[in-house]
């Protein structure tokens, strides 16, 4: 296991409703330097989520033009939507010296992996999968078949955390965070 250099750009991965966003949000609001990326994606927003700050939120036809062009740094489908990170911003930051995070599904992070070798890449995962199934459903959000295709690809990237620099329990939100901090270097 390797640790993060500051200033890199490092990834944090793990099923849905693992609590990356909730996880991303406390290190950010603790590490104000931190860049986040905001991705676009091709999903209906939720309630709450506002365009240009959760995500960008585009139409299906707008993405694959933007793929096309070679706009995204990483693209994949999740649960029936498209879901990209827009490439300059993240090169801009870097190039300034900025840290960069980005918060992703896996077959993103596989090809983040390919074109960024030296970044850090967390892998967070949950207590067990029924707390995971759980957390899922409690959000209260999504179809029962958005929950079924969720759970099917949580099943699914759970058996990839041995191919990540580090992997970090999200058990109990406080003692996360410590450990990423730790891990990232901050
Ligand atoms: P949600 O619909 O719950 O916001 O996100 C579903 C999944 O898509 C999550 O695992 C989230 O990390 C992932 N995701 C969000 N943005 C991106 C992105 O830009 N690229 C990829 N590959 N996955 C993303």
Redesign the pocket.
């Known amino acids: 296991m390797v640790d993060a250099v500051p200033g890199r750009l490092t990834l944090i ?1 793990g099923p ?1 409703g693992v609590g ?1 966003g909730t996880l991303v949000a406390q290190l950010l609001a603790k590490h104000p330097e931190i860049w986040l990326s905001i ?3 091709t ?1 209906s927003p939720r309630a709450g989520e506002v365009d240009g700050q959760h995500y960008f939120f585009l139409s299906r036809e707008t993405f694959e033009q933007q793929v096309t062009a070679g706009g995204f740094l ?3 489908e ?2 029936g ?1 498209l ?3 827009p490439r300059k911003p993240v090169e801009d930051s870097l190039a300034l010296g900025r840290p960069v995070l980005l ?3 896996l ?2 992070a596989r090809q983040v992996r390919q074109s960024f070798p030296a970044g850090f890449q967390v892998f967070l995962k949950p207590p067990s999968f029924e707390e995971l199934e759980r957390r899922i459903r409690g959000r209260g959000t999504d179809s029962e078949e958005a929950i079924s295709k969720r759970l099917g690809r949580a099943r699914i990237e759970l058996e990839a955390e041995g191919e990540f620099d580090a992997a970090l329990v999200n058990g109990d939100l406080a003692t996360a965070l410590v450990e990423l901090e730790r891990l990232m270097g901050l």
Do not use: L
């Open positions: 991965t849905s990356k991705s676009a994606t999903r990483e693209w994949a999740f649960a939507n879901y990209g990170t918060e992703i599904e077959e993103g």
